[in-house]
């Protein structure tokens, strides 16, 4: 069976159980494939899927999650993750994801405004920042995960302090981003932005249809379109020289955003009915 349809049918399965031991098993889920990540994805989902089973036929024999699973949960938790073969290149996949989808959002208003300097540099420093933040946080929220939720240890504390750590920790990647300049800059401007802008387009699209990302997918299209037009020597000028122009290009983009977060919700909301 393909990981896919493990997930699928393991959020089927989930709808069976009891209120209680449904969070505890997602609970339970979640600390897995945080700490899982290095892990090969289709071995940790089986075993995901294992014990939800076990867990149901223990529940149809009137035992609860939290008797069925003793104690010492976290020590059979772990033992099943250091069981699973190693695969590093799950979490370089995510990270490659959350840091492709930063650059694009970084680098948003130089692909929109032929005008803007997009600073290489501080996109590589605040990117590697970032990367590190992303491996540190892995390691650090299944383990929080499983003592405040799993434990039950004061839930409302966890998200509590889970914020604080992420805003902490984002703040001077934050301000790599916007207080930090290097020599490295370049303007996207004439053909050579409209072509740079193209080839981005390209890659983004290939990318994120892989991921079924169809959202950003039309978000990434109608920027490149939009970045384009405002680089023509017929249109550009009229969208950049004057006030009615600039807020145009403005109104388009806000339009743009708008419209891609309605197809994420759209999106999330069909996904959401299918699991249910």
Known sequence: MKKQEMIDQNNQLRQQLTP??????????????FKGVMRDETALESQLLAILQDLLDAQADGITATDY??????EVADELIKDLPRKPAGLAK???????AYFLASALPALVLPQMPVDLGTLLLSGGYFFVIILIAFKLLGTLLYRFMVEKRRPKTFFVLTWLLLFNALAPGMGLLFFF???LQFSLVGWPGVLIILVLLAGAVWF???????PVILFSIGVAL??????????????TNT??????????LVLLLIGAWVLFFVETRKSDKKKS
């Open 20 to 33: 209680e031991n449904r969070t505890f098993y997602e609970n339970l889920l979640l600390y897995l494939r």
């Open 243 to 252: 006030s009615v122009g600039r807020y145009t290009s403005i109104g388009i």
């Open 226 to 239: 939009l970045g384009i037009v405002m680089r023509l020597p017929v249109t550009g000028p009229a969208l």
């Open 208 to 214: 994120f249809w892989k991921q079924k990302n169809v």
């Open 181 to 183: 300049k290097t020599p």
């Open 94 to 100: 995510f990270s490659l994801i959350t840091l492709m």
């Open 69 to 74: 699973f003793g104690p010492n949960v976290k």
